[in-house]
């Protein structure tokens, strides 16, 4: 069926940096646009960023912009969210998500991995 | 960046009521936007995209409306599954944004 995974959260100190990564399996990945979505505790969800399917365009929310990046490997099915210079306001649980072709809406989501950034 | 502005952050109702939550757009996205639902410690569900289009499996009594800037999102007949919170996302251009939720509760 239809999945995606997402890994490589934990707690890290402001400054550091951290990978997360989201295997997906049972579509072609390399078909579909995929986007990092975050939601910090007790509050709502944060649009973080899009890659295209072919990973030509990237696309990142302003409180985000120049600290992470957005990555893709299509032929290991796997999307990865670069996190640099973290601050303690990136803590949240992160999701993976899939664009509904021609359409945008993100039809498909993992479960979530939790960064925390603490000292 | 588009701001969305979502109404209202929360809602009681009992089961069997008719819902509607409202989401504005700070400027005009066509029909570019999606509702989602998302229960405690759960992933977001995509119910409703392009404004008005029921995603596969969704159950008929949820319903989008809109186009510009104001979307309507409603729930004929609540169920007791239905009691979550809400989002609309405006996937009209990037960055993509979120309103900022409205939970349902029961009354």
């Known amino acids: 069926q239809v999945q995606l995974v997402e890994s490589g959260g934990g707690v890290v100190q402001p400054g550091r940096s951290l990978r997360l990564s989201c295997a997906a399996s049972?579509?072609?990945?390399?078909?579909?646009?995929m986007h990092w979505v975050r939601q910090a505790p007790g509050k709502g969800l944060e649009w973080v960023a899009v890659?295209?399917?072919?990973?030509?365009?990237?696309y990142y929310a302003d409180s985000v912009k120049g600290r992470f990046t957005i990555s893709r490997d299509n032929s290991k099915n796997t999307l990865y969210l670069q996190m640099n210079s973290l601050r303690a306001e990136d803590t949240a649980v992160y999701y993976c998500?899939?664009?509904?072709?021609?359409?945008?809406?993100?039809?498909?989501w993992g479960k979530g991995t939790t960064v925390t950034v603490s000292s | 960046a588009i701001q969305m502005t979502q109404s209202p952050s929360s809602l009681s109702a009992s089961v069997g009521d008719r819902v509607t939550i409202t989401c504005r757009a700070s400027?005009?996205?066509?029909?570019?936007l999606g509702w989602y639902q998302q229960k405690p410690g759960k992933a977001p569900k995509l119910l409703i995209y392009?404004?008005?289009s029921l995603q596969s499996g969704v159950p008929s009594r949820f319903s989008g409306s809109g186009s510009g800037t104001d979307f309507t999102l409603t729930i004929s007949s609540l169920q007791p599954e239905d009691f979550a919170t809400y989002y609309c996302?405006?996937?009209?251009?990037?960055?993509?944004?979120f309103g900022q939720g409205t939970k349902l509760e029961i009354k």
């Open positions: 049972g579509f072609t990945f390399s078909s579909y646009g």
């Open positions: 392009a404004a008005s």
């Open positions: 890659i295209w399917y072919d990973g030509s365009n990237k």
């Open positions: 400027q005009g996205i066509r029909n570019d």
């Open positions: 998500a899939r664009d509904l072709p021609g359409v945008r809406s993100l039809d498909v």
């Open positions: 996302l405006q996937d009209y251009n990037y960055p993509h944004s």
